[in-house]
T-cell receptor, first 113, second 112 residues
Framework: GGIITQTPKFLIGQEGQKLTLKCQQN?????MYWYRQDSGKGLRLIYY???????QKGDLSEGYDASREKKSSFSLTVTSAQKNEMAVFLC????????????FGHGTKLSVL | GEKVEQHESTLSVREGDSAVINCTYT??????FPWYKQEAGKGLHFVID?????DRKQSQRLIVLLDKKAKRFSLHITATQPEDSAIYFC???????????FGDGTQLVVKP
């Protein structure tokens, strides 16, 4: 089996700060995703990447950048943290882009003071 | 775009009883319907899925039903156990497209 590792587990930022979240997978999966989960809500797609160096915008990409420099890693940057923002960011991967099950990391919990 | 709605935000059952979680979707082109489970402080974990070429699928104590005409699908957990307690998310996507749209989740509590 494989694992998805997200770092850090907890991230506290200041308003206006640029913050980077990292994700690594050892499944050798082609496709990776970043989702945002707000309390009591489902997941919303921020960015996904079909393969190394590919980037596709999701439904919530404004205010974020992403980078897929290696097949195994996918990073997400919050370009300017919003005051009182609180959410969990979940990274996931799948073997291909075509209707395959997703494997998730444990999440990075973001709090902005 | 697609909108997936989960009808129950919370569901409480007694151990051994069945639990049913219902979802509806809007996009008639959706053809893949996975279910995920989230335990406290963890990411989502795949539990079962169904594709539009069938209307029922079973894996041990989990049964998924799909009614394409009504754009409705449901997860049935039989003989519930305390370890089934978690948040369950339904989702939908089109064929050859892994843009998956999630419902808001159902908190299932199984009481001993």
């Amino acid at each position: 089996g494989g694992i998805i590792t997200q770092t850090p587990k907890f991230l506290i930022g200041q308003e206006g700060q640029k913050l980077t979240l990292k994700c690594q997978q050892n499944f050798n999966h082609d496709t990776m995703y970043w989702y945002r989960q707000d309390s009591g809500k489902g997941l919303r797609l921020i960015y996904y990447s079909i393969t190394e160096n590919d980037l596709q915008k999701g439904d919530l990409s404004e205010g974020y950048d992403a980078s897929r420099e290696k097949k195994s890693s996918f990073s997400l940057t919050v370009t300017s943290a919003q005051k009182n923002e609180m959410a969990v960011f979940l990274c996931a991967s799948s073997k291909t882009v075509s209707n395959e099950r997703l494997f998730f990391g444990h999440g990075t919990k973001l709090s902005v003071l | 775009g697609e909108k997936v709605e989960q009808h129950e935000s919370t569901l409480s059952v007694r151990e051994g009883d069945s639990a049913v979680i219902n979802c509806t979707y809007t996009d008639t082109a959706s053809s893949y319907f996975p279910w995920y489970k989230q335990e406290a402080g963890k990411g989502l974990h795949f539990v079962i899925d169904i594709r539009s070429n069938v209307d029922r699928k079973q894996s041990q104590r989990l049964i998924v039903l799909l009614d394409k005409k009504a754009k409705r699908f449901s997860l049935h957990i039989t003989a519930t156990q305390p370890e089934d307690s978690a948040i369950y998310f339904c989702a939908a996507s089109r064929n050859n497209n892994n843009r998956i749209f999630f419902g808001d989740g159902t908190q299932l509590v199984v009481k001993p």
